[in-house]
């Protein structure tokens, strides 16, 4: 069964806007999928919606079989969300905001957990750093600490290297692509179509609120 499944979506906003419009993508466990598409065409609207922040207008999603408005604590549990902003909490350090992001969630504290995931981000040697004290690149790298603390099966990114210079965007696809060998699911938001081809294992795309066509990265580079 895919973990998340997506039916009919239409997302229509207070001011009549309609930012989604019957959108039906299926995800599956373990998959890196990247949602392609400019500026204003749906792509926040629909992990905001799969997250549960935004509440559909017509359709369904499903996150592993549960229902993300009737079920929406459990869902929301099962997955991570990297925002496009960077955080502030700049004073702490990467060890404590890390561990503390995961009591968020109503999850017991476990030191070997938030080693566990700052290892995979090759964050380890920071834990003791204050936030304002790292890189540019080592607080995005935070940032995915925090949406993994409490250990989600899905993890979104969005649009996780807009804005960022060359060198820092190649080190967030390597950071990206080792975190797929701890078997979390990635779905990641970009208009960069380079970012898509490097690090998806399909891509959707997706424009005027419509999903134009989901395909296999190399089905899909043949025909571009
Ligand atoms: P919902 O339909 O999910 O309740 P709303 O339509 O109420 O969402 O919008 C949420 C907030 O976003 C409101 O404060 C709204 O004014 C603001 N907003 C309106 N238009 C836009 C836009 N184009 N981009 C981002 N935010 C907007
Ligand atoms: P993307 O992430 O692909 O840039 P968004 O999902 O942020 O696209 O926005 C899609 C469209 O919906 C845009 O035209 C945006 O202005 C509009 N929009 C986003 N949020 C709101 C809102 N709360 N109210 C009205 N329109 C919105």
Redesign the pocket.
């Known amino acids: 069964d895919p973990i998340v499944s997506i039916k009919a979506l239409s997302k229509r906003?207070?001011?009549g806007?309609e930012?989604l419009k019957s959108v039906t993508l299926d995800i599956e466990k373990g998959e890196i999928l990247a949602l392609l598409?400019?500026?204003?065409?749906?792509?926040?609207?629909?992990i905001?919606t799969i997250c549960g922040i935004v509440t559909p207008s017509e359709g369904s999603v499903t996150v592993a079989g549960h229902d993300i408005v009737t079920d929406y604590r459990k869902t929301r549990a099962m997955i991570g969300l990297v925002p496009q902003e960077l955080t502030t909490d700049a004073f702490e350090s990467v060890f404590d905001t890390v561990s503390f992001t995961r009591g968020l969630f109503g999850k017991k504290r476990d030191d070997a957990v938030v080693e566990r995931v700052l290892k995979s981000l090759s964050l380890w040697d920071k834990k003791d750093n204050k936030i304002m004290m790292l890189s540019g690149g080592m607080k995005r790298r935070v940032l995915i600490a925090k949406a993994l603390a409490h250990e989600p099966e899905i993890l979104f990114l969005?649009?996780p290297t807009a804005g960022v210079d060359m060198e820092l965007r190649k080190d967030m696809w390597e950071v990206v692509r080792d975190l797929r060998r701890t078997g979390v699911t990635i779905i990641l938001?970009t208009?960069y179509i380079e970012e898509a081809e490097e690090i998806a294992d399909r891509i959707g795309v997706?424009n005027n609120?419509e999903l134009l066509l989901v395909e296999e990265k190399q089905a899909l580079m043949q025909k571009m």
Request: net charge negative; glycine share 18%.
């Open positions: 906003y207070a001011n806007f930012a598409g400019p500026n204003g065409a749906g792509k926040t609207t629909l905001s969005d649009e938001t208009h997706i609120g």
